[in-house]
């Protein structure tokens, strides 16, 4: 009992100093994604024009046919981009498209429960 009360404490004063990341988020959940290899594909939630943020999202972008969304930015994974706070809270990372032209994507937190309701825009390379 005292030390599952000491691990919640643990995470409030984290969340209240520095933030806790954790993968509970609101709107649009991890997927994956086709885009043209070579392209640069900008993922964005309320920034570059892109989607809904509230909260202070973070968004992971990994290789589709190496990392599954719900594994992209854990811990031992290789990630192309990953962003938090790209205008005011809300996460903006652009790539480039992998050959296997799969990308990843994983929204997370910061702290609390954002709203992350990512979109993409893909140009050429």
């Known amino acids: 009992m005292k030390s ?4 919640v ?3 409030i004063f984290a969340l209240s100093t ?5 993968d509970e988020t609101v709107g649009r959940g991890a997927e994956t994604i086709s885009c043209t290899p070579g392209s640069e594909v900008t993922v964005a ?8 943020c509230s909260g202070d999202p973070i ?9 599954p969304e719900e594994m992209c930015g854990d811990s031992g994974t290789e ?4 962003n938090d706070d790209s205008e005011g809270r809300c996460p903006s990372v652009t790539v480039t498209c992998p050959d296997s032209g799969e990308l990843s994507v994983k929204p ?3 702290s609390g429960v954002p709203t992350c309701d990512w979109d993409t825009r893909e140009s050429a390379g």
């Open 4 to 7: 599952s009360i000491f691990k």
């Open 9 to 11: 404490l643990a995470c």
């Open 18 to 22: 520095v933030g806790c990341s954790a």
């Open 45 to 52: 939630c309320g920034a570059s024009d892109l989607g809904f």
């Open 59 to 67: 968004l992971t972008v990994c290789d589709g046919a190496e990392v």
């Open 79 to 82: 990630t192309l981009g990953r």
């Open 108 to 110: 997370t937190a910061f």
